[in-house]
């Protein structure tokens, strides 16, 4: 089967949002899974990266990836990685690199200053994005000589409010960091509430002053056929999930 690779008209530089369509993997991570803490078998998934290089037209060393931790750490890098940092975003000016985050519901958002030549990509599920994991992106960005307002930022796949429900203690986490966060809450059943991620992502990024944010507006957890969703993995009762890949190169 043919990769699937989303793009976005906001972003100059090569990229793409994989969804699942296109890889080696099989049984419950049927598809392009690039997650190598997942059980899926490890040369599978290195299969499956290596697809996705080629398809950036990058060896499968270009591909730089973090130890994702749902944190707001960024790092800015010069070359392919022997360790993965602790960290949930990166940032590059060199050219010939492959920035990857994986996702499967969170956020993966793409960034680019075309006019500076600098990059990044952040992971940013719900810890991330109230940390300022956005932010920490942007920061690091310029400490490369991007400027704030020639920054396109792109969310790409992430669950969207109408399926991710959370209780009530979420909505006091938001509220005790601001109460104007409860605009990103809806009402929902039995005393529950409807969180939208992508749009605080959104207002984020806006309010952090960037160029352009957008959204894809492609939600992992209502479409099983294109993308993998851990929040659907937990509902089905299944034992692991397949991790989405997004990725940026000059």
Excluded at 22 to 40: E, R
Excluded at 70 to 78: D, K, N, Q, R
Aim: negative net charge.
């Amino acid at each position: 089967m043919t990769l699937e690779i989303l793009t976005s008209d906001a972003l100059a530089p090569r990229h793409g949002f994989f969804t699942r369509k296109g890889g080696a993997s099989s049984g419950i991570f049927a598809g392009l899974n690039c997650g190598s803490g997942s059980s899926d078998l490890a040369e599978i998934v290195v299969i499956n990266r290596a697809r996705v290089t080629d398809a950036m037209g990058l060896p499968p060393d270009a591909l730089v990836t973090v130890h994702q931790v749902h944190s707001a750490t960024a790092v800015a890098v010069t070359a392919p990685l022997a360790d993965r940092p602790r960290a949930d975003a990166m940032v590059t000016a060199t050219p010939g690199l492959l920035l990857g985050i994986l996702t499967a519901d969170c956020q993966p958002v793409l960034f680019a200053d075309a006019q500076a030549g600098v990059i990044g990509a952040a992971h940013a599920g719900w810890k991330g994005t109230l940390a300022g994991v956005l932010e920490a992106t942007l920061d690091a960005m310029e400490g490369l000589g991007a400027q704030r307002a020639n920054i396109a930022a792109v969310i790409g796949p992430s669950i969207s409010q109408t399926a991710y429900e959370v209780g009530p203690e979420l909505l006091d986490t938001f509220l005790a960091d601001d109460p104007g966060n409860a605009r990103f809450f809806a009402n929902g059943r039995s005393g529950r509430y409807q969180f939208d991620l992508p749009g605080m992502g959104l207002a984020r990024l806006r309010a952090a002053g960037v160029g352009q944010a957008v959204w894809t507006g492609h939600c992992t957890y209502s479409d099983p056929a294109r993308f993998f969703s851990y929040r659907r993995t937990t509902h089905a009762s299944e034992a692991d999930y397949g991790r989405l890949i997004s990725v940026i190169r000059l």
